[in-house]
Each structure stands twice: as C-alpha cells, then as structure tokens.
C-alpha cells in the first residue's frame, strides 16, 4: 500500500473503527485483497473493534490496490467513511533531522513514555521498513507497556532522518494530540 494511502488509514482508523462492521467488507475484499487465513485471522478478534484493528493492519501489508479495493468495499454502506477517507489531506510532515528528532523525544520523554500506544506505531513503522522484525520482537520482549515505549523511542534516533518522520506521522494518525506535542517549539 502506497505512505498516502496507509496515512490515510491511520488518520481515520478512529472512525473506522467505530463505524465499520467487518462483516460487511470482508465479503468483497476475501479473494480480492485478503486470503482466507487472514480473514480467519480478523474472525477471531473478540470485538469489533479488534476485528477492525485486525483488518486495517493486514491491509496495511497488502499492495498498491488494497486502498482502492477497500474505498470501494466501503461505498455502499459507509458512504460518510468514504468521503473521510477522500477528504483527508495528506499533511506534509517535514524532514527532521536524527538529532533533531533525538531532542524532540528526550524533551517530550515522559509523556510519550506514559501515553504511546507502542504496538500501533510499532506495526507502521515496521510497514514502513524502519523498524526490523527483530527490532519489533525487542519492544515486544518488554512486560509494561511504558517500558515497550522506551525500547522503540530508544531506536527511533538510531534509524536515520526518515525514521523520525515516519514515527510522527504514525503518532499523529494514531493518537494526534501527542503527535502535536512532538511538533511544539521550545517556547510552547
């Protein structure tokens, strides 16, 4: 799936979730976009909203076409998804530098500590090809989730100027008032 496109997802994985039953657009995308393993694998969330959480993270990992095929699934029962999902401008998120990124972090380090949802950046950062599966094995390995944070915001520095990036798009899609404290000045 092409960055825009998985933005986009992320930036209305909110509504997404709270809208979409599963059901719904499964039936289109099994076979067009997803294999009859990965639709058991959405089945087998215990709610919804797993369900849901399930299906945008494989479609993540799925081809240039997988955003068109799901726009599409959408059209007739979510036409308000569809027009959120259309609507979304893609906001340009300036290249930062490793060591501006560095300062970034360290500056906001206990509230990103205490509110990063790990596993959701960790999972698009990963489609992203910043992070390794060993590298995402290591945050895993983590019992809290503040510590599994600390082990990712560790990394982020250390994986290059498009790291940083990548991690505040994801941040900003996934939970955007953090994502807005990562873009503050030093006044604010």
Not at 2 to 31: F, P, W
Not at 136 to 151: G, L, N, P
Request: with cysteine; glycine share 4%.
């Amino acid at each position: 799936m092409e960055t825009r496109d998985r933005a986009k997802l992320m930036q209305n994985s909110d509504a997404i979730k709270a809208e979409l039953e599963v059901d719904h657009v499964l039936l289109y995308l099994s076979g067009t976009v997803l294999t009859p393993f990965e639709c058991d694998k959405i089945h087998g969330g215990r709610t919804r909203e797993e369900k849901v959480t399930r299906l945008l993270s494989i479609l993540q990992t799925k081809g240039s076409l997988a955003f068109q095929h799901f726009r599409y699934s959408l059209k007739e029962r979510y036409p308000l998804l569809v027009k959120k999902l259309d609507d979304t401008a893609m906001r340009e998120t300036p290249i930062v530098s490793s060591a501006e990124g560095r300062r970034r972090i360290f500056k906001r380090w206990d509230s990103l500590v205490l509110n990063l949802k790990a596993d959701e950046v960790m999972s698009y950062l990963q489609s992203e090809n910043i992070l390794t599966d060993a590298d995402c094995k290591r945050i895993k390995a983590s019992v809290t989730k503040e510590d599994q944070a600390r082990v990712l915001l560790d990394m982020i520095p250390e994986k290059g100027d498009r790291a940083y990036q990548h991690f505040t798009i994801a941040v900003k899609a996934q939970q955007p008032k953090l994502g807005d404290l990562l873009e503050k000045e030093e006044g604010s």
